[in-house]
């Protein structure tokens, strides 16, 4: 069974910075899909960023530029480096694993962007 747990997320102000990090339980495969989601009160879940094999990445528009998906395959950890962060990024952020085309999902992390 595979198990991710999300950490990092944490209460920042404007234009702070956080890294939130995914933490994969056994290996990760080199054809695994990695991605970051989050959730904002009242919204539907949104797609913010996938790295895929090879290490092609992809994210959506409004974190462009500031954020940064990264993988560690050695230490089975994902990583979301995200950078100025504004106000309407505060949400809950979670790690989703694609596995053979089955998904799993960690618990999610708080990210709060507030002054």
Do not use: H
Request: some cysteine.
């Amino acid at each position: 069974q595979v198990q991710l747990v999300e950490s990092g997320g944490g209460l920042v102000q404007p234009g702070g910075s956080l890294r939130l990090s995914c933490a994969v339980s056994g290996t990760i495969f080199s054809s695994d899909i990695m991605g970051w989601y989050r959730q904002a009160p009242g919204k539907s879940r949104e797609l913010v960023a996938t790295i895929f094999t090879g290490g092609t990445t992809t994210y959506t528009d409004s974190v462009k530029d500031r954020f940064t998906i990264s993988r560690d395959n050695a230490k089975n950890t994902v990583y979301l480096q995200m950078n100025s962060l504004k106000p309407e990024d505060t949400a809950a952020y979670y790690c989703k694993l694609r596995r053979y085309g089955r998904d799993y999902w960690g618990q999610g992390t708080q990210v709060t962007v507030s002054s």
